[in-house]
Nanobody, 112 residues
Framework: QVQLVESGGGLVQPGGSLRLSCTAS????????MGWHRQAPGKQRELVAA???????HYTDSVKGRFTISIDNSKNTMYLQMNSLNPDDTGVYYC??????WGQGTQVTVAS
């Protein structure tokens, strides 16, 4: 049974930084491509960043240069380092692997 658990969300001021973690059990983080998605109230859920087993990464235009996706294989954990946060980054962040279901996510709120 594959389970992904997100953590690291919270309240941060504009311009601040936050690192999200996604720890997997029942599957390797290198088994399939993985990604971070976010959804703001009243907004469509969007793919923010993704990483393939090859190490290739993808970022949506709005976060390029500010967010970095990475994997620590020894901890079976995927990270999303978020810098220069702005209020538009507010939302629930979810991690996803190809065959997993949507979990609880972790709330990120960027406000002063």
């Amino acid at each position: 049974q594959v389970q992904l658990v997100e953590s690291g969300g919270g309240l941060v001021q504009p311009g601040g930084s936050l690192r999200l973690s996604c720890t997997a059990s029942g599957s390797s983080v290198r088994a399939y491509a993985m990604g971070w998605h976010r959804q703001a109230p009243g907004k469509q859920r969007e793919l923010v960043a993704a990483i393939a087993p090859t190490g290739r990464t993808h970022y949506t235009d709005s976060v390029k240069g500010r967010f970095t996706i990475s994997i620590d294989n020894s901890k079976n954990t995927m990270y999303l380092q978020m810098n220069s946060l702005n209020p538009d980054d507010t939302g629930v962040y979810y991690c996803k692997q190809r065959l997993t279901t949507w979990g609880q996510g972790t709330q990120v709120t960027v406000a002063s």
